[in-house]
């Protein structure tokens, strides 16, 4: 069992979108994953489909309110905490008990019912980020090729060590995850170059690139992971890569179907997914 922050201080970097296809692309693999948004943007919560609104219970009531671990099923095998949009949240953890040790306290006696917990956290340094880092076993930075997109690395590296000094000594950095990634532009070949020169992220910056993919922009509007919206694009390719880089695993055989089968056991009248398999079927025949 493994908890991994996906963090970085940057807005954009591709956090959210890293949880919810690397998610997808461990579960491919056969792994039994959960996703926790922890930031109140709820844009993971809305890529899985959960109405904020609805009043069902999400991670802020089970962290402020304990009872049952909020977690709602996506597929057999791929699971989810929902935040809310509450913006005292903060305020109210704040004032409890333990306060950095709230969420790792929660998950405590779920952790062993899963492979991977994977917890999307907000680019705002605060207590929730306090808390997602010192539940975790390690910290995945993405991190956009483009201009600025080192802004904010220092910061969250101060936070980093001192999280592993003060309370959480095991926390490890996972990887360092280039996002948005150009092979045909200098400046993605320049950023990787730099990256990799640089004693503190020495070995450390996963060899496979999630290359920029309009998919990604589409996909969480009809709340699909890239690997329901369109299993062939170069996104899908890229995270299975990963999920495949970071558990040493090989993708099963057929693996397009899994994602696009299990939507559509969901999702019946999903012409677009329909469309899909039917044209794995003629590339099979
Ligand atoms: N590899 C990619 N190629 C193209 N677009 C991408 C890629 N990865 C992410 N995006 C897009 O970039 C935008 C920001 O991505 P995402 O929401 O994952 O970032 P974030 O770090 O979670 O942002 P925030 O800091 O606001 O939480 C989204 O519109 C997303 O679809
Ligand atoms: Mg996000």
Redesign the pocket.
Known sequence: MKVISIL?Y?????????VANLGTALWILGYKVLLIDS?I?G?LTFLMGFDQSCGDATLHDWMIHDGNPPIYERYHGLYYIPVSGDQEFEQKLDKMYHREDVLRDHLEPICQMFDYILI?C??KAGLTNTNALNASDSLLI?SECASFSMQGMEKLMQDYEDIRRRMNPKLEIEGVLL???QHNTRFSRQMTAWLETQPRYEGKVFQTR?????R??ES?IESKSVFERDVKAN?AEDYLALAEEITCAKRPDQWPYIPLNAWLEEHPDDEGVKLQIEELNKKKR
């Open positions: 970085n940057k807005g954009g970097a591709g956090k959210t979108t890293t930031d943007q844009n999307d907000s680019f993405p996002t948005k990634y999630i290359r920029k993919n309009i990604f922009d969480p996104g």
